[in-house]
């Protein structure tokens, strides 16, 4: 049983340590610890005391290390096997910028066909589009009549980005970069919406997109008492 109290200053101490030594990626000196946490040396070194014994070897997947001087967190010994199976799996590298633009379109359009991706990029967007899709974030939701694949946005996607749902996405009207190309981003994507359809609060979704035409592509400028 732990006879150390959970809300002493010690322990609130050992905690603001620990999150120093998680965040940090090379030891972190005693006196470095103090100055961060504006506290005595004495008391970090009562800290520091604290924080390794809960985490003695076989008690938890991390240990506290002292490294010359310094302090960091490692892995528990017994977990190496495990952690080398991670981190032997490749790394997904971040978005280019062709595949933020396309699935800025797919978030804001859906559900929305390729050709239409391409044509509001103003270039292809097949690479584009198949490495979103691999990744999990986008999903087919079915073909136009001309059977171009129609996309959507996947839970994945909602997940990563810690969306509630679709109408959780900013509006796109109020969002101002400064860098150029976001700027562009931007313009697209209004264009792209028509007037009207930027959402003013987080339950106002947009208005429903045109229907697909048999090419794959959105008419705005026809109506539907003159039919398809």
């Not at 490294?67 to 997904?92: D, H, M, Y």
């Amino acid at each position: 049983m732990n006879d150390e109290p959970e809300n002493d200053a010690t322990q609130v101490l050992a905690a603001k340590v620990e999150a120093l030594l998680f965040l940090s990626p090379q030891p972190v000196s005693a006196m470095s610890l103090a100055d961060a946490c504006e506290t005595e040396l004495e008391l970090i070194d009562e800290a520091v005391d604290r924080l390794e014994r809960q985490l003695q070897p076989g008690k938890r997947g991390i240990v506290l290390r002292r490294v010359g001087e310094g302090f960091t967190l490692a892995t528990e010994p017994g977990t190496e096997a495990a952690a080398r199976r991670l981190l032997s799996k490749p790394r997904t590298p971040p978005l280019t910028q062709a595949q933020a633009e396309t699935l800025a379109i797919v978030a804001y359009q859906q559900p929305v066909s390729r050709p239409e991706i391409a044509r509001i990029r103003g270039v292809s967007s097949e690479s584009a589009v198949q490495s979103l899709s691999e990744r999990g974030l986008i999903e087919e939701s079915g073909r136009s009549r001309f059977g171009a694949a129609i996309y959507r946005t996947s839970l994945l996607f909602e997940k990563v980005f810690g969306l509630d749902g679709i109408e959780a996405l900013p509006d796109p009207s109020r969002f101002d970069p400064t860098p150029e190309d976001e700027r562009d981003i931007r313009e697209r994507l209004l264009a792209a919406l028509g007037p009207g359809q930027g959402r003013t609060g987080r339950c106002d979704r947009p208005r429903p997109a045109p229907p697909l035409g048999d090419d794959g592509l959105r008419h705005r400028e026809q109506h539907p008492a003159g039919g398809l």
